[in-house]
């Protein structure tokens, strides 16, 4: 059974920053992309960030120039840094691979429990 487990939300001031990271575990054969997604109340869930096992990226418009996805390939393990957080970058955060089982090796997106991001104005 594989598990996407995040850490890193909670509560901080505008233009302050929070660090995001997500562990996948069990019995993975391969991930391709892993990345962060958040949902607002009362709006769609949305991509926030993304990388490929090669290290490219993929940002929204919205937090370009102040969040860094970073992944670690060893550990399975993908980051986010958040800096000059603004009050509209409140949300759920989720983190999802697209990733391998070893007992179907089929491709499949896997998402986090998601965790909480506010930020104070």
């Known amino acids: 059974q594989v598990q996407l487990v995040e850490s890193g939300g909670g509560l901080v001031q505008a233009g302050g920053s929070l660090r995001l990271s997500c562990a996948a575990s069990?019995?993975?054969?391969?991930?391709?992309?892993m990345g962060w997604y958040r949902q607002a109340p009362g709006k769609q869930r949305e991509l926030v960030a993304a990388?490929?096992?090669?290290?490219?990226?993929n940002y929204t418009d919205s937090v370009k120039g102040r969040f860094t996805v970073s992944r670690d390939n060893a550990k399975n393990t993908v980051y986010l840094q958040m800096n000059s957080l603004k009050p509209e970058d409140t949300a759920v955060y989720y983190c999802?691979?697209?990733?391998?089982?070893?007992?179907?090796?089929?491709?499949?997106?896997?998402w986090g429990q998601g965790t909480q991001v506010t930020v104070s104005s």
């Open positions: 990388i490929t096992s090669g290290g490219s990226t």
């Open positions: 069990g019995s993975i054969f391969s991930i391709n992309a």
């Open positions: 999802n691979a697209y990733l391998a089982e070893v007992a179907t090796m089929l491709m499949t997106d896997y």
